[in-house]
């Protein structure tokens, strides 16, 4: 058998992370293993907003350490061919009158005691950012100038391209089928093109921790969910890429939106999705009646999109968890195992950070931010790191 220090199992863009940090932490031999190709998985769904808005503090920390990382992508990585696709556009988020204000008060004090440049805006303010909206409704307006969106995929292949050259072997089409146990330490996988042997495992499965689940014969709290996103075009009102993100507390479904393609609005709601009984990055169909909801919805924010185009749609899945929050460390009673799921919409914008922490980890170094919220015990302890917001995307 081939023996590894360290393997890290799903090649999307936290493990391409964690791959990366693992050889720069002096890791020796670190093996990642895919099982179709970097970042084809919910990696590629992603809608890639940026953002360090969150109503959970320890959120926020990791956002604020990972923008440093997007927004000196190159430099990070040692490559200046190195990109993450970066479009800095800003991030607004409004609420009406309503059980919104004070959580999006308290939540934007929070990260400006954290650091983060956060501003409160007019009515006035917010239309001369986003002028095809309207904001007579909004009681409160945040905006923070540091944010946007980038490219997931670009940034696992990045991520991937800098372990390989810092000496991470990287095996694509890789299917994981068991894990090779010695008592209750993991010391190996079994894959369709032979065993590994490993010294220590990190799981960055997303979705398909359900299979983690059953090769240990523990119940791990995760639930796939499908998200509808769609892209919608106006002649008349383009959503041009200078335009910042908007987060809309008011509308039902809590929608995001950001500008696709320099001119199309892409749209999607932040709360709970379709459940799916199997773990399936398949792309899912997008009924007639959740365009027409969703449009009615952009049409009371964005008036000139009431006759707005469907240019495309698409379906993303999230792994989520009780809290919409992930799962951080060590599982009890399983020594050489480290594991990041349940990242619930969260994973691309924290991934820089989440690989260094899950990597520190495995190492048994000090990590820079504290993996103790993100255990697995706290669905036990009844500790959950559920948001000012309640449960869902914007946490």
């Not at 890789?174 to 010695?182: F, G």
């Not at 950070?353 to 302890?381: C, H, K, M, N």
Request: charged share 20%; net charge negative; with cysteine.
């Amino acid at each position: 058998m081939d023996k590894y220090d360290v393997i890290v199992v799903g090649g999307g863009v936290i493990g391409a992370s964690v791959a990366l940090h693992l050889a720069r932490l002096g890791a020796g031999r670190v093996l990642l293993l895919e099982r179709q190709t970097i970042g084809s998985g919910t990696t590629s769904q992603s809608s890639g907003i940026l953002r360090t808005h969150y109503s959970v503090r320890e959120n926020v920390e990791l956002a604020r350490r990972s923008w440093g990382v997007f927004s000196d992508f190159a430099a990070y990585l040692g490559d200046e061919e190195a990109s993450c696709g970066l479009m800095t556009c800003g991030y607004l988020i409004a609420a009406a009158e309503g059980d919104k204000v004070e959580p999006l008060r308290a939540s934007l004090a929070q990260q400006q005691a954290q650091g983060v440049r956060v501003d409160i805006l007019d009515r006035r303010a917010a239309e001369a950012l986003l002028p095809i909206a309207r904001f007579d409704d909004a009681a409160l307006i945040g905006y923070e100038p540091d944010a946007g969106y980038a490219d997931a995929t670009m940034t696992a292949a990045s991520f991937a391209r800098a372990a390989r050259r810092a000496g991470v072997t990287i095996r694509e089409g890789a299917w994981v089928r068991r894990l090779i146990m010695d008592g209750s330490r993991v010391t190996g996988v079994t894959t369709e093109e032979g065993d590994y042997a490993c010294g220590a495992l990190v799981s960055t499965q997303n979705i398909w921790t359900r299979e983690l689940a059953q090769w240990l014969n523990m119940a791990l709290p995760l639930v796939p969910e499908r998200h509808a996103v769609l892209a919608l075009a106006s002649s008349n009102a383009p959503y041009t890429s200078a335009m910042p993100v908007f987060k809309d507390l008011s509308s039902p479904g809590m929608l995001y939106c950001r500008s696709y393609g320099g001119r199309q609005m892409l749209v999607s709601e932040g709360l709970a999705g379709e459940q799916l009984t199997a773990a399936e990055a398949e792309q899912g169909d997008v009924p007639l009646d959740v365009v027409a909801e969703i449009g009615a919805q952009v049409a009371e924010r964005f008036p000139s999109y009431g006759e707005a185009g469907l240019a495309s749609s698409w379906t993303g899945v999230y792994d989520v968890t009780p809290d919409w929050n992930p799962v951080l460390g060590r599982l009890p009673g399983i020594d050489g195992l480290v594991v990041g799921f349940g990242f619930s919409g969260h994973g691309f914008k924290l991934s820089p950070t989440v690989g260094l922490v899950l990597a520190q980890e495995a190492l048994g170094l000090p990590t820079d931010v504290s993996l103790a919220p993100y255990s697995i015990a706290r669905f036990a302890t009844g500790s959950l790191l559920v948001g000012r917001y309640g449960s869902g995307a914007v946490s």
